[in-house]
């Protein structure tokens, strides 16, 4: 395809989205730098990355055709320095994403693309502490990654055009459609999805109603594909809970206060798919 002789991707963070987001770029011929804190989160990701490439050949979401990209990972922060475009894909928690952004920035050559894969907090936050505002925006991937082909792409208040421009054509290379929005607490996505997710716990630590029939209403009464119970088991309710207190902080608004049960299950360890217990039970899972 001749993608990586274009572009080559660093990703910061080897969680559920990092190794999504690598799966992707790898399966269409991007190389990519995944970098995180420990050898044994990194020899995890990796086998995760192999493990849905083979799953998204089969389902025919990337080719199954073509070299695939180079997977390179490290320990190092300085290894993104030789990338055409970063992304920050490390938890919700705004302090750390704005220490990495603001160390990346600096190792980067000027006018490279750096993207955060925030769920909620605004891209001008992020911006602020960076060498170059400019080259800052937000890509919300959805989960996962190389079967979701449609995503937010947050212009915040700096983004300057050329770093938008080249980040579309990454997305064009992934066949992914990035839908450019605004920038503000949660964007859009999250700004309806977070809530809708708080509330629907809340309806079932009230007892109105349990985990399955919430979502069985959602998806006979309205179409959806998953209920919103199934979809924060999906994206991870730790991740949920983080999410909810940006919103809340940024906004003001007590709707995002996240409810008691959500806090529970969070503490209890029981954050959905990746534990392999949320609102509901998922076997084979660890």
């Given at each position: 395809m001749g993608a990586d002789a274009e572009h080559r991707l660093a990703i910061v963070g080897a969680g559920v989205m990092g190794t999504g987001i690598a799966t992707l770029a790898v399966g269409y011929g991007v190389p990519v730098t995944l970098i995180d804190v420990g050898e044994s989160i990194l020899a995890e990701a990796r086998t995760a990355v192999a493990q849905q490439l083979r799953l998204a050949r089969l389902m025919g979401s990337l080719p199954r055709e073509g070299a695939e990209g180079e997977l390179v990972t490290g320990v190092r922060l300085a290894d993104v320095a030789a990338a055409t475009i970063v992304v920050e894909a490390v938890t919700e928690r705004a302090r750390l994403k704005l220490d990495i952004l603001a160390e990346v920035s600096r190792l980067v050559a000027p006018g490279t693309p750096l993207l955060s894969n925030t769920s909620a907090i605004p891209i001008?936050?992020?911006?602020?502490?960076?060498?170059?505002?400019?080259?800052?925006?937000?890509?919300?991937?959805?989960?996962?990654?190389?079967?979701?082909?449609?995503?937010?792409?947050?212009?915040?208040?700096?983004?300057?055009?050329?770093?938008?421009?080249?980040?579309?054509?990454?997305?064009?290379?992934?066949?992914?459609?990035?839908?450019?929005?605004?920038?503000?607490?949660?964007?859009?996505?999250?700004?309806?999805?977070?809530?809708?997710?708080?509330?629907?716990?809340?309806?079932?630590?009230?007892?109105?109603?349990?985990?399955?029939?919430?979502?069985?209403?959602?998806?006979?009464?309205?179409?959806?594909?998953?209920?919103?119970?199934?979809?924060?088991?999906?994206?991870?309710?730790?991740n949920v809970a983080d999410s909810l207190r940006v919103l809340l902080e940024r906004t003001g608004d007590e709707g995002y206060r996240p409810c008691d049960l959500l806090l529970d299950k969070v503490k209890a360890g029981q954050w959905g798919r990746k534990t392999g217990r949320g609102f509901f039970e998922y076997g084979g899972t660890r």
């Open positions: 001008g936050e992020l911006a602020g502490v960076t060498a170059r505002p400019q080259d800052v925006l937000g890509v919300h991937f959805m989960n996962p990654p190389y079967l979701i082909k449609m995503l937010e792409v947050i212009r915040g208040p700096r983004t300057g055009q050329e770093a938008l421009t080249r980040t579309l054509a990454l997305l064009d290379v992934l066949e992914c459609t990035g839908v450019v929005v605004g920038d503000g607490p949660g964007f859009v996505i999250n700004r309806v999805l977070q809530r809708m997710i708080n509330e629907a716990a809340r309806i079932v630590q009230d007892g109105i109603a349990g985990p399955e029939d919430v979502d069985a209403l959602f998806t006979g009464c309205l179409g959806h594909r998953t209920g919103p119970l199934a979809t924060a088991d999906l994206i991870g309710l730790d």
